[in-house]
């Protein structure tokens, strides 16, 4: 998982408008594919045109779909970490979130978009 974000409050135009020009849209590449759910925040005016000028092709999932998102699986095995290491402060909670971030593998990526019916294909290393 990379351009992972802890954000102070909920998540909000402002913010996600911040979240993909900051952080994610520099880790984009011509020819990915971004998935999004149907939050309404994901909607933002103009970003399937914006990113389609990056060769980044942007896909809605169907209304809330679970069994159709990856996300909710990586997210399920973050939460798992999140609660085993019983952080009390924000530096712990960054912490642990990071150590969370690195346990989730390629792999575990990989079979959470073929569950969901997504077949990815790696890119050659080298």
């Avoid at 998540?11 to 994610?24: G, I, M, R, S």
């Avoid at 092709?57 to 990856?70: A, C, I, M, R, T």
Wanted: proline share 6%; net charge neutral.
């Amino acid at each position: 998982m990379g351009a992972v974000q802890l954000l102070d409050g909920g998540l909000n135009y402002v913010n996600f408008a911040w979240y993909l020009t900051e952080c994610l849209a520099p880790t984009l590449r011509r020819g990915d594919v971004l998935v999004l759910d149907n939050f309404s925040v994901h909607k933002l005016p103009d970003l399937v045109d914006w990113l389609a000028e990056w060769g980044v092709e942007v896909v809605f999932l169907p209304p809330y779909s679970p069994d159709l998102s990856p996300v909710e699986q990586a997210w399920s095995k973050l939460k798992t970490a999140l609660r085993a290491a019983q952080t009390r402060t924000r530096q712990s909670l960054e912490q642990a979130l990071q150590q969370a971030i690195n346990w989730i593998t390629r792999q575990d990526a990989r079979n959470w978009f073929d569950h969901c019916g997504y077949h990815t294909q790696c890119p050659k290393k080298g």
